[in-house]
């Protein structure tokens, strides 16, 4: 009993400072018969502002999959209908009964509303008209009866063979914005429907589930198991998870998963001289730098057990570096869930405190995707899970920050250039002499195809393609990010980014909130930046274009130097030029690069021998590096410029089509 006590204890301590708006009491049943989900839970739900409200809003996501006629079936252009529809393996929500804790039945006043897209075959978004507003403060508790179909695996969720990953799958509230939070001007709710490319948005609070499953089933959820036992009347096993502090509650089981253990220690994890850098830089005690111990779970299918040290150590480097750059983790548990073979769409997810990776049978060691997966979608439990930003609206502050923060601890640890470049698994890079690339060379890559197609400031359904939304909130995102960290310095970014985190954690922030904190935090105005690749989707190209060097007659033994530098793209940014002398002498240079051209004047006592823009690559916007140098060897020049171009673009091709397979 003590025992269950500690647990209890350590899981309603975590997330302390977490508003508590939304909570759930569930209890749920697997019938895998019917591939459904019985259920009932009770809704504690605070109103936290001035405002009496008279109605409630409710996402049921899974009514994106009843049936064609969706919001979503019609974004995804009828594929993803006729996958479902071939076999009828179609996923809904019914809301059986919805009433007020102790007071009167509002099943009839349930409606469908449609706030996006005026689509009334649409119904994932449920509205439900009180009797009686709530007052500013109040607190109500709303019984309800669901029954939860599960679809075939498809877009984060569902069944395959005997394997059950369950999200999106409890009618959830939506968030009620106050005036003046994100971009309110008046309180309202937040509701948005079901997108094919949007995720979620929802508020903080503490949740309690029961799980019935069929038993021998391995079973894994949010939160930390507080107890287990068997009904063997029912053949089914019953679990009871907790968790504080979160806004979300997903779950997974199989027979067939391996149930493995590691406990991350911080004592063995993190050096003395690690903690004390890191404290040294933002200015904190090291106690308050400090990481807590940590359950790693792993569920994985038992022909991939032999890389599960692989996925260990991702969650490790996930828990380290996170931690140590943004603030530790302080959720007692970390699970990680690996689909089956043929579930790949309910791979690569994050929920609370619950992450799918996803491996294959065979994943060389070179090749680094269960890593990348692993951490990035641990990545996820910050940007998202405690910084709760709106991923209908913008997405970027999630999955760019998650992009640019998993690609900085996957060169850290694995080293930067170890992505071997494949076409459909093949290894052709070192065929064509092309080296491996780093993870940033990869969403580089990827960005430079689609570089122009939207801006950032939209709407997840907004974007001109699906492929165009991820580029631009995943790649882009996390190469604006890497630019900014180039203009600014590392260390005044690292301290931005954990300023940020810090003051936004359990909150809702927007665009605008972290664009202030750059501001305060660097001491400049950063506005021109976001402005133009937040705002604008002009690219940025600066070149070399020519470099005359002549003897100086009135100056014996000295030589003028003309380097004509021009910007080739709309995008503005301050760039750093390197000039390099055949007497081994170097001059660094500045140019603000607002005009279309500019010529920089150097006197030495030697010839040029070359130039360079941005030789730190800090600009990674940058659409060509290869018009970035000039070298003063004209035999090779020309070869050598065309022979950059050709890799540079065959390489990204790759990289491109890499990206997809």
């Known amino acids: 009993m003590w025992r269950l006590c500690l647990a209890l204890i350590a899981c309603l301590s975590a997330s302390a400072q977490a508003p508590r708006i939304a909570s759930y009491d569930i209890d749920a049943r697997l019938d895998p018969k019917t591939r459904g989900i019985h259920g009932r839970q009770v809704l504690t739900w605070l109103n936290d502002s001035p405002d009496e409200i008279r109605e409630l809003q409710f996402h049921l996501y899974m009514n994106a999959f009843r049936n064609e006629r969706s919001t979503v079936m019609r974004e995804a252009g009828g594929w993803l209908a006729e996958r479902l529809k071939e076999r009828n393996e179609w996923g809904w929500i019914d809301v059986k009964s919805i009433r007020l804790e102790n007071g009167p039945d509002l099943t009839k006043a349930i409606r469908y509303i449609q706030p996006d897209d005026g689509n009334k075959d649409d119904q994932t978004v449920m509205a439900v008209t009180l009797p009686q507003p709530v007052k500013p403060g109040a607190t109500i508790r709303v019984a309800m009866d669901f029954f939860t179909k599960l679809p075939r695996g498809v877009r984060r969720t569902g069944w395959h063979g005997d394997y059950y990953f369950v999200a999106q799958w409890f009618p959830k509230i939506g968030v009620w914005e106050k005036a003046g939070e994100r971009y309110s001007t008046q309180g309202r709710w937040n509701c948005h429907q079901f997108h094919l490319n949007s995720e979620f948005y929802a508020d903080f609070g503490d949740y309690n589930v029961n799980l019935t499953v069929p038993v021998g089933y391995v079973t894994g959820a949010t939160g930390v198991q507080q107890s287990r036992s068997d ?49 040294k830089l933002h200015g904190i ?169 939207d801006t950032l400031a939209r709407n997840s359904w907004e974007y001109a393609s699906e492929s165009s939304y991820g580029v631009n909130v995943y790649m882009k995102a996390g190469l604006v990010l890497r630019t900014l960290e180039g203009y600014l310095g590392q260390d005044t970014m690292a301290r931005v980014m954990r300023t940020y985190f810090q003051r936004w954690k359990y909150k809702h922030p927007a665009t605008k909130d972290f664009i202030a904190v750059a501001n305060e935090v660097s001491g400049q105005d950063v506005k021109w930046f976001f402005d133009q690749f937040f705002y604008g989707s002009n690219v940025v190209d600066y070149a070399v274009e020519s470099v005359k060097s002549k003897k100086d007659e009135p100056k014996k033994g000295q030589y003028t130097t003309t380097v004509r530098l021009r910007r080739e793209g709309e995008a503005v940014v301050p760039v750093d030029v390197k000039v390099r002398f055949k007497n081994g002498e170097t001059v660094w240079e500045k140019w603000d690069g607002k005009y279309r051209w500019t010529d920089l004047k150097v006197t030495k006592a030697a010839e040029t021998e070359s130039v360079e823009i941005d030789p730190g690559r800090k600009i990674v916007l940058d659409v060509s590096f290869a018009n970035n140098s000039w070298t003063s060897k004209p035999a090779q020049a020309p070869f050598v410029k065309w022979t950059a171009n050709l890799l540079f673009w065959a390489q990204n091709l790759l990289l491109f089509v890499s990206s997809l397979a």
């Open 285 to 453: 005690p090291e106690a308050e730098a400090r990481l807590d111990p940590v359950r790693m779970i792993l569920l994985i299918q038992p022909e991939h057990a032999g890389q599960a040290e692989r996925h260990f150590r991702a969650l490790a480097a996930g828990l380290k570096h996170f931690g140590l750059w943004y603030g530790t983790y302080p959720y007692r548990t970390i699970t990680c869930v690996d689909p089956p073979y043929g579930a790949g769409a309910t791979g690569g997810m994050e929920y609370p405190t619950l992450i799918t990776a996803g491996t294959e049978l065979i994943a060389a060691e070179d090749e680094q995707t269960p890593e990348m997966v692993t951490v990035h979608e641990f990545g996820h439990q910050y940007w998202y899970g405690m910084v709760a930003t709106n991923e209908f609206e913008e997405a970027w502050l999630d999955e760019g920050f998650n992009t640019y923060s998993t690609s900085k601890i996957l060169d850290k640890v694995y080293g930067p250039q170890t992505v071997p470049i494949r076409l459909q698994r093949i290894p052709v890079g070192g065929v064509l002499g092309l080296p491996k690339a780093g993870w940033d060379t990869l969403n580089r890559g990827v960005y430079l195809f689609q570089a122009k197609t």
């Open 231 to 279: 009904d063997l009347q029912a053949q089914a096993t019953i679990y009871r998870f907790s968790q504080a502090g979160v806004h979300d509650f997903a779950w997974t089981a199989s027979p067939k998963f391996l149930r493995m253990e590691r406990m991350f220690d911080p004592a063995k994890e993190v050096s003395a001289r690690e903690l004390s850098a890191i404290a």
